[in-house]
């Protein structure tokens, strides 16, 4: 799976995700996550990518040619024109067989990550991590020219009820949320299946490891009885 992300600061995602599971998602060519530099598509000298607002008010707004050249460099605008008008039309994301049968959700989807977005949560990653290629536009200052929104981006997300300073940390987090749950990026694909926020369990168990007894405080007797049915059911009423 591929994720794009059009950033005025690559560094901090190239750098982030050349770690830990990402890292390792990378390396066994599980996942690519590719940052995209916005200032690479600008025109003048400064690499301008905000301007003033029309109407006025505080603060800069980015300017959407850069946006538009970015993605339309590594073709992830989700429109195409259909007359000679210049109306725009959306293309939607296809529904295609899996090997074993069945359908799986396909296709490219391109988000701006906004705090007006829906939230991002492991429902909405769970369905993503069926896609071949995510995009993620990261704003930055006052806001985004509203033109973005409209005709280029399939949908505005929301990392959670907070404002940022920009996109990325937002980016980084869905990123990582949903490579997680896609084959070849974790040691054991099996550890995604009882945690918090999966579709069994509400938050994941409490976890102990050796050894059994620390200053005091012990492990419950239950996870020592080596009866594994009253583990799972025990397990069980602890998420919830």
């Not at 598509?41 to 301007?51: E, G, L, M, S």
């Not at 705090?115 to 536009?137: C, H, L, Y």
């Not at 054991?188 to 620390?214: G, M, R, V």
Request: aromatic residues 8%; proline residues 5%.
């Amino acid at each position: 799976m591929k994720f794009n992300v059009l950033t005025i600061f690559p560094n901090i995602i190239k750098d982030y995700c050349a770690e830990s599971v990402l890292g390792r998602g990378q390396k066994a060519e599980a996942i690519q996550v590719n940052p995209v530099n916005l200032r690479d598509f600008t025109t003048d000298a400064r690499k301008t990518i905000d301007d003033t607002p029309y109407g006025g008010g505080a603060g800069m707004v980015m300017k959407p040619e850069p946006i538009f050249k970015a993605l339309k460099s590594i073709d992830a605008i989700p429109f195409q024109k259909v007359d000679g008008l210049g109306k725009l039309k959306k293309i939607f994301s296809v529904v295609k067989k899996s090997a074993q049968g069945g359908s799986a959700l396909g296709g490219k989807k391109t988000i701006l990550l906004s705090p007006r977005g829906k939230q991002f949560n492991q429902r909405v990653a769970e369905e993503w991590s069926k896609m071949d290629e995510i995009t993620f536009v990261c704003g930055r200052y006052e806001g985004i020219d509203q033109r973005v929104v409209d005709n280029m981006v399939d949908e505005e997300v929301s990392a959670g009820p907070y404002v940022l300073a920009g996109g990325e940390l937002g980016a980084l987090i869905m990123i990582e949320a949903v490579s997680r749950l896609i084959p070849g990026v974790l040691g054991n694909i099996e550890s995604t299946k009882q945690e918090s926020h999966s579709a069994d369990f509400d938050a994941e168990y409490p976890q102990y490891t050796k050894p059994s007894d620390f200053k005091g405080w012990k492990v419950p007797d239950i996870l020592l009885s080596g009866d594994h049915a009253r583990i799972e059911k025990w397990r069980k009423e602890q998420s919830k």
